[in-house]
C-alpha cells in the first residue's frame, strides 16, 4: 500500500483567500492511501520544504503530492527536495490548485471541494508512479556545421576555440558565402572581403578545423551526442593534395563563357576554375556540366573531346574520372548555417509565385538585383569598383533603387519584411553617390526600416549628406525607352504619379532560404515554416534551437538575417554547443515511451507516427542466434515524449514514463469520486 | 446528484489537455485571473497525441457528462506532429463514438495556445453552459457497472509502489 504524503500550500492568500486549504488537508487524510497530510502558508519557502522532507522521514512516504500552483511553476522545486530527502523525485507531483482554481473561482465552497478534487486525481496518480532514474547519455564531443558563410564560419572558429573538433561542410567550392561578394558593409562602409577573409583563412588553418568544400549532407542518423552524418563529396576532378592553385589549368581551358555565380552573372569564367581569387581552399574546382571533355562523354563520344587542363597541369592534379565519395562524421552537435537566395523576380517562376514581369528583370541587363549591384561596386568586381551599366559599359548619370520587390507583398510575393534591403539600398545610394558625383540617386520605399545600432543615423546620412531621393511610394512599371529606363512610379506623400529616365534600376529582391533547405531539414526531423526558412524551438526563449535536440540554427535560414544577427546566432551556438560538450553525459528527464519487448508484435505503427523516428525495428534472436521475430525498440536518446506512439499501439506494449496508461487511467479513475 | 434536468444540476468535465499549449494556456487564465465556471478538472497530457480514444470513454463510463479534448493549434505542437495525429483520430473516432452510444455533443474539441488564456476561459464557460442544457449523462453512465472499483493500486503482477520503496531510496542516493 502506499503511503502518500500531501502538502497544502496557501500561497500566502492567494490560495488560502479562496479555498480552505486547511479543509482540503483533513478531506485528503482519508483518502485511502495517504499517510500524512497538512498544510502550511508558504511551502516552496525553506520551512516549507523543510515539513516535506520531515515528512517523508517520520512517516517513510513512497510518494508527495504538493497541493500548490502549476508544476510548471514548482515542481522542480518539490522534487529537488524529494531528491534530498532520499526520495526518488519522480514520486513526486504537483496538483494545481492556484493557477487552475484558486485565481479563477470565487465561490469559496466549490473552489475548496474543486481542490480537494484536483489533490485526490493526482494522488491516484502518484499511487501509480514508479521510481526512474535520469537517462545518461554519452556525447560525441565533435560538431558539425553545415554552410561555410559568415554564420558558419563563426560557430565553427567559436567552437574549434573552445577546442573541440569542427566538421565544416559547404557545398560550393569555397567558404565565404555571401559576405566575400559584398563590396562595402552597412552602416561602417567597411570592406567586407578585408573583414572576412581573414575569418576564412582562419578557420582553414585552423587545427581543429575539418574542411570539406564542394559537398553536401546526404543523410543524418543518430541523436543529440551520438550523431553520423553521410557527406557527399561531390567529384571535384581535383586532388587537393596535390594542386597548388598555379593557375594553369584555367588558363587553358577553352569553355571561358560560363556565367560566374560569384559575380552574380556579370562575368565569365572557365568550366575549371575558383570561384573568386580569395577563395578558400584556393584550389580549382572541375564544373563538369560545362565541360567540354564532359559534355562529350556524355554524348558517347569514344574519344575524350578535351584534355587540356590536364595537360597543364605540372602537378598531375587532375583526374577526370574520380567520382563522388561518401564520408561518415561522427559528431555529437551540428549547426546548421545554410543562409539564403535572392528572390529571382523575372516573369518565369517555377514554383507557383507570381513573380514581377512588369519590372523586366532578366530582360533587361540594366535592370539588376542587389547582389548584382555589390559586385559592380566592389573592388574586385568585374567593372574594377567603377559604377557602369552592364548593357553598355557606360556611367549610369540616374539610377533607381526599388525597395521591397517581394518582401511584404502578399499577392505576389512573400509576407515578411527581408529585413536587410533598407539598409542595403541607403549603402548602394551612398556608395553610387561617393563614386559619380554627378549623379542622381532615386529611391522608392514602402517605409524606412532601419532599426540597428547606427541603422537610422545611416540611412539618414544617405539621403541627408549624399542626397539620394527617397520617394515614398511604389513602382509600377519599368521598361526600356531608347537609351532610357522608365520608371512609372507613385509619391505617396506628394500624391502624384512620378516619371523617372533612368539609366539603371537595381530591385531590392526578397530574401528567401537557399535552396536544399527543405530537403535538409527533413533529414535532420526539423520543420520548415510556411516561407521554408527552418523553425526554431521557441521564438523568444530559444531562438537558435531546433525541435531536434542537439541541432541548432545560426543565420538566414531561420529568417532574414544581417551579419551582426548572423554573427550574434553563430556565437549563441557555439556557446549552446560548448555547453553540450561541457559534461561527458548529458541528462535528461526519462519522460521517455518503452517497449515491452514479451507483447510487442512488431508492427511498427509506433515508428510511422514517430515525429523524431525514435523509434527502430529489433531483431529477436532464439538461443541459438536464430531470428524469430520482431519487436519495436525506442530510443531514449532521441524520444521527446509526446506519447504519440502509445495511443497508436496495437498491443497496448509501448507505455510513456511519467504519463503511463496506469497513470492516466486512475486520474480519471479517480472522478468517480466526485460528489 | 438529481438525475432531473435540473437548476441544482452541476455537470462534470474532464479536460485531456496538453501540456505546451492549453495546459500553460490555463495556467495563463489563472495569472490573469480570469474567473470562469468551477466544472471542469483538468488532465495533463504531454500531447493531444498521447490521448488514446479509450480514455474519453473511460471518464464519461466513470461518470463526467462532457468531455474536452485541447491542445496546441495545427502547425504550432510542441512535438511538431502529435496534434495532427490526435485530429485525424479523433476524426475518426467521431463515428466510432456514436456507435459506442455517445453523444458527440458531449465532447468537445478545441485548440487552445499558450497564450490563449481568454479562449480557454471561453471553451469552459461554453462546454459547460452546453452540458447544463443537456442534462446529466446518465444515459451512458447506466451502461458502465454499478459499483465503480478503485484502479488497483497492482495491475498484472507488478509490485504495488509501496513495496518499492527500498529500491527509490538507492536510486536517490
Known amino acids: 500500500m502506499s503511503r502518500i504524503g500531501v502538502f497544502v500550500c496557501h500561497c500566502g492568500e492567494n490560495i488560502g483567500r479562496t479555498v ?217 576532378s581535383v586532388d587537393l593534395d596535390l594542386c597548388n592553385g598555379c593557375g594553369d589549368c584555367w588558363a587553358v581551358c577553352p569553355s571561358k563563357r560560363i556565367p560566374s555565380e560569384f559575380d552574380a552573372g556579370l562575368s565569365n569564367r572557365t568550366a575549371i576554375y575558383v570561384p573568386f581569387p580569395q ?95 555589390e559586385r559592380i561596386a566592389s573592388a574586385s568586381g568585374p567593372t574594377g569598383g567603377e559604377i557602369l551599366r552592364p548593357s553598355d559599359g557606360k556611367e549610369p548619370k540616374t539610377v533607381v533603387f526599388v525597395h521591397c520587390v517581394g ?90 504619379q512620378v516619371i523617372i529616365d533612368a539609366d539603371m534600376v537595381v530591385l531590392a529582391t526578397a530574401i528567401r532560404p537557399n535552396d536544399g533547405v527543405k530537403e535538409l531539414a527533413q533529414k535532420l526531423s526539423c520543420s520548415v515554416d510556411v516561407d521554408g526558412f527552418i523553425n526554431e524551438a521557441h521564438p523568444k526563449l530559444r531562438p537558435v534551437e531546433t525541435n531536434t535536440a542537439g541541432v541548432f540554427l545560426a543565420g538566414a535560414c531561420q529568417a532574414p538575417r544581417d551579419i551582426p544577427d548572423a554573427v550574434a546566432m553563430a556565437s549563441a551556438t557555439g556557446a549552446k554547443v560548448l555547453s553540450l560538450f561541457s559534461a561527458d553525459e548529458l541528462e535528461r528527464e526519462p519522460a521517455v515511451a518503452v517497449v515491452d519487448e514479451q507483447t510487442c508484435i512488431g508492427c511498427m505503427r509506433c515508428a510511422l507516427v514517430c515525429p523524431y523516428g525514435a523509434i527502430e525495428q529489433r531483431e529477436i534472436c532464439t538461443v541459438d542466434g536464430q531470428v524469430c521475430g520482431h519487436t519495436a525498440y525506442v530510443n531514449p536518446g532521441v524520444c521527446q515524449g509526446c506519447g504519440t506512439c502509445q495511443a497508436v499501439c496495437l498491443s497496448n506494449s509501448i507505455d510513456l514514463q511519467t504519463f503511463t496508461d496506469e497513470q492516466v487511467y486512475s486520474e480519471i479513475n479517480a472522478l468517480c469520486m466526485w460528489e | 446528484m438529481n438525475s432531473q434536468h435540473s437548476d441544482t444540476f452541476e455537470p462534470r468535465i474532464t479536460a485531456f489537455v496538453c501540456n505546451w499549449c492549453t495546459y500553460t494556456g490555463a495556467d495563463l487564465a489563472g495569472t490573469s485571473r480570469l474567473h470562469m465556471a468551477s466544472n471542469v478538472r483538468i488532465i495533463r497530457l504531454p500531447c493531444t497525441g498521447r490521448i488514446d480514444p479509450l480514455f474519453i470513454v473511460k471518464a464519461f463510463e466513470r461518470g463526467a457528462d462532457g468531455v474536452i479534448v485541447s491542445g496546441c493549434h495545427p502547425a504550432d505542437c510542441h512535438y511538431t506532429s502529435g496534434n495532427y495525429h490526435a485530429r485525424r483520430r479523433f476524426a475518426v473516432f467521431h463515428d466510432i463514438m456514436q456507435f459506442l452510444g455517445v453523444d458527440p455533443r458531449r465532447m468537445t474539441f478545441s485548440w487552445v495556445s499558450a497564450s490563449e488564456g481568454a479562449k480557454w476561459k471561453d471553451v469552459v464557460n461554453e462546454t459547460v453552459a452546453n452540458i447544463r442544457e443537456l442534462g446529466p449523462y446518465e444515459a451512458y453512465r447506466a451502461l458502465a457497472p454499478d459499483a465503480v472499483e478503485p484502479w488497483p493500486e497492482a495491475v498484472d503482477g507488478l509490485t504495488p509502489a509501496g513495496d518499492q520503496e527500498p529500491a527509490a531510496k538507492e536510486v536517490a542516493s
Not at chain 1, 517523508?56 to 529537488?80: D, Q
Not at chain 1, 572558429?157 to 565544416?168: C, F, K, M, S, T
Not at chain 1, 558565402?177 to 575569418?199: A, K, N, V, W, Y
Not at chain 1, 553610387?432 to 545611416?458: L, S
Open chain 1, 20 to 236: 480552505d486549504c486547511a479543509a482540503v488537508a483533513e478531506a485528503l487524510k482519508d483518502h485511502p492511501g495517504v499517510a500524512h497530510s497538512e498544510d502550511y502558508k508558504y511551502m516552496c519557502s525553506d520551512p516549507g520544504q523543510a515539513l516535506v522532507k520531515k515528512a517523508i522521514e517520520e512517516h517513510n512516504l513512497t510518494g508527495v503530492v504538493v497541493a500548490a500552483c502549476s508544476p510548471h511553476m514548482h515542481e522542480k522545486t518539490f522534487r529537488r527536495a524529494c531528491d534530498q530527502a532520499g526520495l526518488n523525485k519522480f514520486m513526486c507531483e504537483m496538483a494545481n490548485i492556484r493557477e487552475h482554481c484558486s485565481w479563477i473561482h470565487e465561490d469559496r465552497e466549490d473552489a475548496t471541494a474543486k481542490a480537494i478534487d484536483i489533490g485526490r486525481t493526482i494522488i491516484e496518480k502518484v499511487k501509480h508512479n514508479r521510481p526512474l532514474e535520469v537517462i545518461k547519455i554519452p556525447v560525441t564531443k565533435r560538431a558539425m556545421v553545415i554552410g561555410g558563410g559568415i554564420a558558419g564560419i563563426q560557430a565553427a572558429l567559436d567552437i574549434a576555440d573552445g577546442g573541440h573538433e569542427v566538421v565544416l561542410v559547404e557545398k560550393e567550392a569555397s567558404i565565404g558565402g555571401h559576405m566575400s561578394q559584398l563590396s562595402e558593409t552597412f552602416p561602417t562602409l567597411d570592406c567586407s572581403q578585408c573583414i572576412l577573409t581573414p575569418r576564412m583563412v582562419e578557420a582553414y588553418q585552423h587545427p581543429n578545423i575539418k574542411l570539406h568544400t564542394w559537398s553536401e549532407i546526404e543523410k543524418v542518423d543518430g541523436y543529440i551526442g551520438n550523431f553520423e552524418v553521410t557527406v557527399r563529396k561531390k567529384a571535384r
Open chain 1, 279 to 373: 577563395a578558400v581552399p584556393n584550389q580549382p574546382v572541375l564544373d563538369r556540366e560545362n565541360c567540354t571533355l564532359f559534355k562529350g562523354r556524355a554524348k558517347g563520344l569514344k574519344k575524350d573531346a578535351c584534355g587540356k587542363c590536364k595537360d597543364a597541369c605540372l602537378k598531375n592534379a587532375i583526374d577526370y574520372d574520380t567520382e563522388d565519395e561518401f564520408v561518415v562524421e561522427e559528431v555529437g552537435a551540428i549547426v546548421v548555417a545554410t543562409g539564403y537566395k535572392l528572390y529571382d523576380v523575372g516573369r518565369e517562376q517555377p514554383e507557383g509565385l507570381k513573380g514581377y514581369g512588369e519590372y523586366g528583370y532578366g530582360e533587361d541587363p540594366d535592370i539588376i538585383d542587389g547582389l548584382q549591384f
Open chain 1, 407 to 496: 518582401s511584404r507583398d502578399i499577392d505576389k510575393g512573400m509576407a515578411y519584411c527581408s529585413k536587410i534591403c533598407c539598409m542595403y539600398n541607403a549603402k548602394h545610394a551612398m556608395l553610387y553617390k561617393h563614386k559619380v558625383h554627378d549623379g542622381r540617386a532615386v529611391a522608392f520605399y514602402m517605409d524606412i526600416r532601419a532599426n540597428g545600432k547606427g541603422y537610422d543615423e545611416f540611412s539618414r546620412r544617405a539621403i541627408e549628406e549624399d542626397h539620394a531621393e527617397y520617394v515614398r511610394g511604389r513602382v509600377s512599371r519599368i521598361f526600356r525607352d531608347g537609351d532610357k529606363l522608365k520608371v512609372w512610379g507613385f509619391d505617396t506623400l506628394n500624391d502624384e
